[in-house]
Antibody, heavy 121, light 107 residues
């Protein structure tokens, strides 16, 4: 059974930093592209970032480019999201999402429950 | 960037009725790159449909997807109590964009 477990969320002041982790199990992690998708309170889904199987390819939405960094450690089956210069509008539940394959196009066939990041005004 | 517009915003139906949800793209989308997800309150999204019309593993056959070009549809033939949720379409070929969602609520 595929499991994706996010951790590292919490309350952080504007301008601060936070590092999210996603521990993966139940599938060949190193063979799947991975992404982070967030959901602001009461809002819809927003793709944030993606990473290739070997970590060399990284992709970001315009809203986080230059502030967030995605990475992965295939030896630990773990996905990361380093979030810097956090803003109030970064407040959201952040989901780790498993790509359906190693390269595009891929859909998200498994999702983590998500972790809340709160940046107060 | 491709923009996906879902309609209606909210669909009020009774159990046993048919639900028809629309997803319209701002430009043509490859039919192999359109997915639908279901999300219930407090839960992670769940993949329902990929490639516009292929059901994901374990998804009941009352869920079906169709469409091509810029117009796509998710149909639920007979609503079960557990189907009342929010549904999102996603284009995953180029932009990874999600639609804003359609809420299916009990009438």
């Amino acid at each position: 059974e595929v499991q994706l477990l996010e951790s590292g969320g919490g309350l952080v002041q504007p301008g601060g930093s936070l590092r999210l982790s996603c521990a993966a199990s139940g599938f060949a992690f190193s063979n799947c592209a991975m992404s982070w998708v967030r959901q602001a309170p009461g809002k819809g889904l927003e793709w944030v970032s993606a990473i290739s199987t070997d970590g060399r390819g990284t992709y970001y939405s315009d809203s986080v480019k230059g502030r967030f960094t995605i990475s992965r450690d295939n030896s630990k089956n773990t996905l990361y999201l380093q979030m810097n210069s956090l803003r109030v509008d970064d407040t959201a539940v952040y989901h780790c999402a498993k790509g359906s394959g190693p390269s595009r196009p891929y859909y998200f066939d498994s999702w983590g429950q998500g972790i809340l990041v709160t940046v107060p005004s | 960037e491709i923009v996906l517009t879902q309609s209606p915003g909210t669909l009020s139906l009774s159990p046993g009725e048919r639900a028809t949800l629309s997803c319209r793209a701002s430009q043509s989308v490859s039919s192999t790159s359109l997915a639908w997800y279901q999300q219930k309150p407090g839960q992670a999204p769940r993949l329902l449909i990929y490639g516009a019309s292929s059901r994901a593993t374990g998804i009941p056959d009352r869920f079906s997807g169709s469409g091509s070009g810029t117009d796509f549809t998710l149909s639920i033939s007979r609503l079960e109590p557990e189907d009342f949720a929010v549904y999102y379409c996603q284009e995953y070929g180029s932009s990874r964009t999600f639609g804003q969602g359609t809420k299916v609520e009990i009438k």
